[in-house]
C-alpha cells in the first residue's frame, strides 16, 4: 500500500508569484484535503476534493484553488503569493463517504513554503 | 465559530509515567475525534480516533470521549522520550473537515 506522497518538500518563492503544490493520495481512497499549518499552530482546513469536485472549503481567499484528477491526486494554486502564506502544506488522503471508519485522513510529508 | 482548544504545554512527564492530554471542543454535533501526533519538521500521524463515549485503548495510548462535557483525552502509559512530540486533537466537522486545536507540546525527561 502506497501512503501519501507530496511534491516539492521545500519551495521559496517570491511575493506576487504564484505556486502548485502536488499530492498523491494513499491507493484506494477517493477524497483529497488540503491544510496549511502556520508555525506553532495547528493545521487550518483549506478544502477537500472528491470525485474531482471541491467538497467543502474553509475560511480562504479565491486565489488558493485546487484540482483533483481522475486518479485522485491533487494540486493546490496559490496564487498572488503573500508573507503571510509561509507555511507548511498538508494534504491528507481518506476514503469518505463509506460506512464503517473509512473518514480517517492520513497525512502526507508535506511542503514547507517559504515567501519572501 | 467552531473550535478546538488544548492547552499549549509543555507538558513534562518522567520517563515511565503517564502523560495526560486534555482537548475539548465547542460543536456539540461533532460525531469523530482524532488524535496526531507530530514531531518537529514532520508531518501529524495519526494516533487513533475515537466516536463513542468512553475509552479506548491502543497499546500504551487510552483515548477517553465525554461527548455531554465535549471532553476528549489522549493518556500515554509508560511514556518514553520517544513520546515527546506535539499531540494535536482534531474534531471531524459536518464536510468531513477536521478542525484542530493548536496542540500540546509533550516533553518525556529520561
Known amino acids: 500500500e502506497t501512503g501519501v506522497t507530496q511534491s516539492p518538500t521545500h519551495l521559496i518563492k517570491t511575493r506576487g508569484q504564484q505556486v502548485t503544490l502536488r499530492c498523491s493520495s494513499q491507493?484506494?481512497?477517493?477524497?483529497v484535503s488540503w491544510y496549511q499549518q502556520a508555525l506553532g499552530q495547528g493545521p487550518q482546513f483549506i478544502f477537500q476534493?472528491?470525485?474531482?469536485?471541491?467538497?467543502g472549503r474553509g475560511n480562504f481567499p479565491p486565489r488558493f484553488s485546487g484540482l483533483q484528477f481522475p486518479n485522485y491526486s491533487s494540486e493546490l494554486n496559490v496564487n498572488a503569493l503573500e508573507l503571510d502564506d509561509s507555511a507548511l502544506y498538508l494534504c491528507a488522503s481518506s476514503l469518505e463517504f463509506t460506512s464503517g471508519t473509512g473518514e480517517t485522513q492520513y497525512f502526507g510529508p508535506g511542503t514547507r513554503l517559504l515567501v519572501l | 465559530q467552531k473550535e478546538v482548544e488544548q492547552n499549549s504545554g509543555p507538558l513534562s512527564v518522567p520517563e515511565g509515567a503517564i502523560a495526560s492530554l486534555n482537548c475539548t471542543y465547542s460543536d456539540r454535533g461533532s460525531q469523530s475525534f482524532f488524535w496526531y501526533r507530530q514531531y518537529s519538521g514532520k508531518s501529524p500521524e495519526l494516533i487513533m480516533f475515537?466516536?463513542?463515549?468512553g475509552d479506548k485503548e491502543d497499546g500504551r495510548f487510552t483515548a477517553q470521549l465525554n461527548k455531554a462535557s465535549q471532553y476528549v483525552s489522549l493518556l500515554i502509559r509508560d511514556s518514553q522520550p520517544s513520546d515527546s512530540a506535539t499531540y494535536l486533537c482534531?474534531?471531524?466537522?459536518?464536510?468531513?473537515?477536521?478542525?484542530f486545536g493548536a496542540g500540546t507540546i509533550l516533553r518525556v525527561k529520561s
Open positions: 476534493y472528491y470525485r474531482e469536485e471541491e467538497n
Open positions: 482534531a474534531v471531524k466537522e459536518y464536510g468531513n473537515k477536521l478542525v
Open positions: 491507493s484506494g481512497h477517493n477524497t
Open positions: 475515537i466516536y463513542s463515549n
